[in-house]
């Protein structure tokens, strides 16, 4: 009877050792596919944090020197700022034409086939996922800023704008002696956008949309060029995922 017992009892010992044995693999199965997830959401991170610092290096040293009178900004997102909309357009009083001033045109034939080169430089042939034109004007007074005809007004104004510098960019020889396949790339992801004045600048040219500071009216009235990186669109993916 006891041997029966003693039976018993090491049959169980080694169920339960076979057990745990099973639940170690699944733990460390699972620590490894955990590690594993780590390790890609870190290359992930360092890819963007490599590309976007490269662009932005590649930026600041060819523009850094050479367009000091048109003072544009260059900054870590990806973005070149050129301020002070009436300094770039002609002032027209009874039309929405939009004319480029012969400074800005100056500026856009120095600052096009630098911008060019940056951008469809092979490294970055399958780093970058959009370039944007962006329009953006300021608020004429105070009591138009949800006046929603007024806006939808500008919407149109700040979209005329960046197409007109698109448009000029493209008649310029720097575009037009590109290969077929860069032009195609610059079809695929080069975009104008008229933003109004939904994205101003405040007096410490941030947001005002997160301040809430007074306006900067030559700072908000503006063309910006922005550099969008692939990057971001898979860690936008990596953070979906994280939902599900």
Known sequence: MKESSDNNWISFSDIMTVLMIIFLFISISYMMQVKKEQDKRDEVFENYKKTRSQIYNDLDSTFSKGFEKWNIEIEPDLSIK????????????YTDEVILKENFKDFLSQFAP?????ILNPKYQDKISEIRIEGHTSISKPENEFNSKYYQHMVVLSQKRSNKVLEYMMSLSSYINLTDTDKNRLRFFLTS????????????????????????????????????????????????????
């Open 114 to 118: 630098r911008f060019l080169t940056i």
């Open 82 to 93: 050129i301020s002070d909309a009436n300094a770039l357009f002609e002032a027209q009083l």
């Open 193 to 244: 956008n008229g933003l109004a004045f939904g994205r101003s600048l405040d007096i410490d040219n941030n947001y005002k949309f997160y301040s809430n500071k007074k306006i900067n009216k030559e700072k908000s009235m503006r063309v910006e060029f922005k550099i969008v990186t692939n990057s971001e669109d898979v860690i936008n993916k990596w953070f979906e995922n994280l939902k599900k």
